[in-house]
T-cell receptor, first 113, second 113 residues
């Protein structure tokens, strides 16, 4: 079956610190990989995605590279802001599953000024 | 509207009562998904609709849960004889033809007393 394992939280950083949230996966077939973000009181929003090996997804200063050899899709940002405080979810979708996604448990990030 | 909408945003009910949760997907999206997000956990897939095909109900936790999608658009998730363990945020998502990117609604927070 498919599964996603992401770094346990919570993660607390100071503003302008470097962020890494680890994500590894197992999948049957060739997955597309996603990071979603959920800001306090809001729904999930797609942050970035990558659909094949070695692709890099990027958005709002966040990046993640699809690493097939390590089955990983780690999220990074060079300098976090207070406004980045949210819950981050790693997810995968395999087309053979008709698009339904498998999500990690989420990692809560708090950025302090 | 431009996004996925859900109603109600909050629902408090008594154990044993039935509840209906509504989802309006993005216009033109053929795929619709329901997920459940329990406190501090990731998203649990419930059910998936694609066009006129039979829905994928493989994630429904019990026969108390059912969903329908009328006219290929609006969907209703029904929980009969609610239990306290049904308390969660119920999220709806829709996607277009490629089905690899899902757009989420804000969710319905269900509390069963």
């Amino acid at each position: 079956g498919n599964s996603v394992t992401q770094m346990e939280g919570p993660v607390t950083l100071s503003e302008e610190a470097f962020l890494t949230i680890n994500c590894t996966y197992t999948a049957t077939g060739y997955p597309s990989l996603f990071w979603y973000v959920q800001y306090p009181g809001e729904g999930l929003q797609l942050l970035l995605k990558a659909t094949k090996a070695d692709d890099k997804g990027s958005n709002k200063g966040f990046e993640a590279t699809y690493r097939k050899e390590t089955t990983s899709f780690h999220l990074e940002k060079g300098s976090v802001q207070v406004s980045d405080s949210a819950v981050y979810f790693c997810a995968l979708t395999v087309n053979t599953n008709a698009g339904k996604s498998t999500f990690g448990d989420g990692t809560t990030l708090t950025v302090k000024p | 509207g431009a996004g996925v909408s859900q109603s109600p945003s909050n629902k408090v009910t008594e154990k044993g009562k039935d509840v209906e949760l509504r989802c309006d997907p993005i216009s033109g999206h053929t795929a619709l998904y329901w997920y459940r997000q329990s406190l501090g956990q990731g998203l649990e897939f419930l059910i998936y609709f694609q066009g006129n095909s039979a829905p994928d109900k493989s994630g429904l936790p019990s026969d108390r849960f059912s969903a329908e999608r009328t006219g290929g658009s609006v969907s209703t998730l029904t929980i009969q004889r609610t239990q306290q363990e049904d308390s969660a945020v119920y999220l709806c998502a829709s996607s277009g033809e490629t089905r690899d990117t899902q757009y989420f609604g804000p969710g319905t927070r269900l509390t069963v007393l």
